[in-house]
């Protein structure tokens, strides 16, 4: 380094202390992009620039990376440990392609992988981008240019609170020279590709141009289906065609988002203070997978579960501070009041009627709407389970979205379409009390300012929020597996729905939906609850509901339930004094230790944080009851229950499992219970493999066991029914089902607001069909129902038993 660059960055240093304040993405490069800190490192910015340099190495410095103005040494020589893809222009010059010295580095470096096998050194692409302003619609500029000396002092003034420094996966010298060798000219072609690669990282973080809305506008109108649509309207209504074209333009404005970038960077701002307020931390996992889909040119279409109206804030937050771009969220039309409305549409809301059905003019012009955010390049987020759950448990998706988005891909879009599922977790849900008081029958009360106003002023410490990203699914890909000939059915104007759409569609809607629950996120106050509802008085001693937390994070950790669900780090102790801080348990102390309970109405919400995760516990709890119950059963008649009953879990709660991985799944838990000293398995006289329980700690084991029973008795009481009424048709059987599940949870005292739900004995009946218990035209296979209905009576306690016998007996009569 020259003394004269020396002299300038030493300069430098102060002001840009005072006025960069910038955003690592991701927040853990090290692990994140496993970079091994013991080989060396080398640094590849896109321009020459000593302010970038000097942010990076502050950024660096501080996540624990190398400093890249120190020297690195390989075998006895030095090197810089920084290069740039290309100069930066001066008042007087333009940049050069690639800097002489970059390529004379790169060849150099990879020159001593030819001769020293065990070299490998790590090139880490960084940019630092000064604002992530998008360019606007007809004034379209390069999405990364290089800037001379007046227009960097201009950025660092303008955007430097608004930096963000990002670090790219490593680039293995090693790998490039054992696949494509050494000479000069790979070098060369290492810096051009970094060159696309800065681009792209540009694009993905600050997203394409926006439209001015009444150009947008003006394109819909004149598009051929509106023009259409516009027509029928003024026939159909007998109305002039100014007239129903003005009814069309209203449409589109009561859609359309007008998105604005002030607004998001100051909106995260305000954000960033509401959750600091509100949480003591947000946890976010596989955002890097997200990264790379956007980077690489995918239009993204995030599908997050829907708990509370703050997960469009949270989920915009969180995707601006790890680098993406917030999207444009379909919102339902309740929310388009003032000032909550207007706010909302320049964050990227637009807006959708909650049904549109009949309305021909309104349903083409917003899938033309939505038709064009996908042409456009926006990534778009749509709930699509309608509404929010107020069970705490996900909801059968609604399909009109999905179908919407299959159809603007028929129309011919240029670039990979992938759904992103997304679970949002939370340890307090702000509405829930409300969710209670709707299930007891309470009308639910409008969206309003008065409402919001309300809501601010009960804002308090609500715990940790969970974001985690699930398996993203390639539609195009899924496409050719499930309809290799959609290609065919490309229509430019999307006025055709295709025979295979509709069955297509629900399937891909299932999937969803398991995805979201694949990536569940158990925490503190999920685990507590799950633990306190499953004992009969809603209460444990301190030291049982301890032991009883450990034994549900070992079965998560040693028989994971996918690859992107997330388990608490800290300990059972820990995650029990973290739950108790929330202030929802009742905690009394007595000489013998201290016992943490529910209340009626605290038993009551509890339950919707249970159900966030009571998949993850569906299949061990199975197993245990079946132990609790029979106390020793063969291995393969556990196996056998197992796969009976699966079918109904798995489409109740969305498990991703497949049928042929239960066998392998079962003999883990099995083993992971024997591990935690609740089970043995031994073989009997006759040499057969059998699991006993372990009488010495019959309680975790029973705990863990009830947390399915609830779900055992809904299907008993279904299923004996069948056996009693077979001729009984689908809204006889689910009113009846319905009527007896209600009965039983007065009587036995079931808080569960889910337990008696007619949607969830509407699922099971379409299960019914599917694994043949009913055909086609309703007639009951009898000697199979009554199988399973004695199955299922063997699973529960005879009190509970002897409930649903007598209320069958009496719904018959």
Not at 90 to 116: A, N
Not at 267 to 272: A, D, F, K
Not at 728 to 753: F, M, W
Request: net charge neutral; glycine share 6%.
């Amino acid at each position: 380094m020259s003394s004269g660059q020396s002299l300038s960055r030493s300069l430098l240093k102060l002001p840009l202390s005072v006025l960069v304040k910038g955003t690592s993405i991701p927040s853990n490069p090290i692990e994140d992009h496993n970079i091994d800190t013991n080989k060396p490192i080398v640094y590849a910015l896109p321009f020459r620039s000593s302010v970038d340099l000097l942010t990076l190495k502050k950024h660096a410095v501080e996540l624990g990376l190398p400093d890249p103005l120190e020297p690195m040494e390989i075998n006895g020589k030095t090197f810089n440990r920084y290069v740039f893809t290309s100069s930066r222009p001066t008042l007087m010059q333009r940049d050069e392609d690639v800097p002489s010295e970059s390529v004379t580095l790169f060849s150099e470096l990879l020159e001593l992988h030819k001769f020293d096998s065990e070299l490998d050194v790590q090139v880490i692409p960084a940019t630092v981008l000064w604002g992530r302003k998008p360019g606007k619609e007809g004034k379209e500029k390069p999405y990364l240019q290089a800037l001379n000396g007046p227009q960097k002092a201009k950025a660092v003034f303008a955007a430097g609170r608004d930096c963000l420094v990002r670090f790219s996966p490593v680039v293995s010298l090693r790998y490039m020279a054992d696949s494509h060798g050494t000479d000069e000219s790979i070098a060369h072609k290492l810096a051009r590709v970094a060159r696309i690669h800065f681009s792209r990282q540009k694009l993905a973080a600050s997203g394409p141009n926006l439209p001015n809305r009444q150009a947008l506008f003006n394109r819909l109108i004149q598009s051929e289906v509106i023009e259409k649509a516009i027509e029928d309207e003024a026939k159909t209504k007998n109305i002039s065609i100014e007239k129903a074209r003005k009814e069309a333009h209203d449409i589109m404005d009561e859609i359309a988002a007008d998105f604005s970038y002030s607004l998001i960077k100051n909106g995260e701002r305000i954000l960033g203070w509401l959750w600091n307020r509100i949480y003591q931390g947000l946890n976010i996992s596989n955002a890097a997978t997200v990264r790379k889909l956007a980077q690489d040119g995918h239009e993204i279409v995030y599908v997050p579960c829907h708990r509370s109206h703050m997960d469009y804030l949270l989920l915009s937050y969180v995707l601006y501070k790890e680098g993406m771009v917030p999207p444009h969220i379909a919102a339902g039309i309740n929310l388009n009041f003032f000032p909550a409305g207007p706010i909302f549409r320049r964050g990227g809301a637009f807006f959708i009627r909650r049904s549109f059905k009949g309305n021909k003019l309104y349903s083409t012009i917003f899938r033309e709407y939505l038709a064009e955010l996908f042409a456009k390049g926006y990534s778009v987020e749509y709930f699509s389970e309608g509404g929010r759950s107020r069970t705490g448990r996900l909801l059968q998706a609604k399909t009109g979205m999905l179908a919407m988005t299959i159809q603007a891909m028929l129309r011919g879009l240029n670039r990979p379409v992938t759904l992103v599922p997304v679970y949002i977790g939370y340890e307090h849900v702000m509405e829930v009390g409300t969710y209670a008081k709707e299930l007891r029958g309470k009308r639910k009360e409008k969206e309003n300012a008065g409402l919001v106003l309300r809501t601010i002023r009960k804002l308090r410490n609500f715990g940790q929020g969970y974001v985690n990203f699930g398996e993203p699914i390639p539609l195009n890909q899924y496409l050719n597996d499930k309809a290799p000939e959609w290609t065919k059915d490309i229509d430019p104007l999307g006025a055709t729905k295709p025979q295979w759409m509709n069955p297509v569609v629900n399937v891909l809607a299932n999937k969803m939906m398991t995805h979201i629950n694949d990536a569940a996120a158990a925490n503190a106050l999920t685990l507590c609850a799950t633990a306190l509802l499953a004992s009969r008085q809603r209460a444990l001693s301190r030291d049982s509901l301890v032991k009883q937390i450990d034994c549900y994070l070992s079965l998560l950790k040693n028989v994971p339930y996918s690859d992107t669900f997330t388990v608490p780090n800290a300990t059972a102790e820990e995650l029990v004094s973290h739950a108790e801080s929330l202030d929802k348990f009742v905690i009394e102390t007595d000489t013998m230790g201290t016992i943490v309970s529910l209340d009626r109405n605290q038993s009551i919400l509890m339950t919707y944080y249970r159900n966030n995760i009571i998949h993850l516990f569906a299949i061990p709890s199975l197993i245990a009851q079946m132990l609790i119950r029979q106390q020793q059963l063969p291995v393969s008649q556990v196996k056998e229950n197992v796969a009976t009953l699966y079918p109904f879990l798995k489409q109740e709660l969305f498990i991703g499992i497949e049928q042929s991985q239960l066998d392998e799944l079962v003999m883990s838990y099995l083993t992971e219970l024997e591990q935690l000293n609740l089970a043995t398995i031994g073989q009997d006289d006759s040499g057969q493999q059998v699991v006993s329980m372990n009488q010495a700690n019959t309680q975790t084991l029973m705990l863990l066991g009830r947390t399915i029973s609830e779900t055992l008795q809904r299907y008993a009481i279904t299923m004996n029914l069948l056996v009693a009424n077979p001729e009984l048709g689908k809204s006889d059987l689910e009113q009846k089902s319905q009527d007896i599940a209600q009965r039983l949870g007065r009587l036995h005292g079931i808080n569960a607001p889910e337990f008696f739900d007619k949607g969830v004995f509407s699922s099971m009946f379409s299960t019914l069909k599917q694994q043949a218990y009913l055909d086609q035209d309703g007639n009951c296979d009898i000697e199979k129902t009554k199988h399973l209905a004695q199955q299922l009576y063997s699973m529960l306690y005879p009190e509970v038993r002897m409930t649903i016998q007598e209320s069958v007996c009496q719904s018959g009569e």
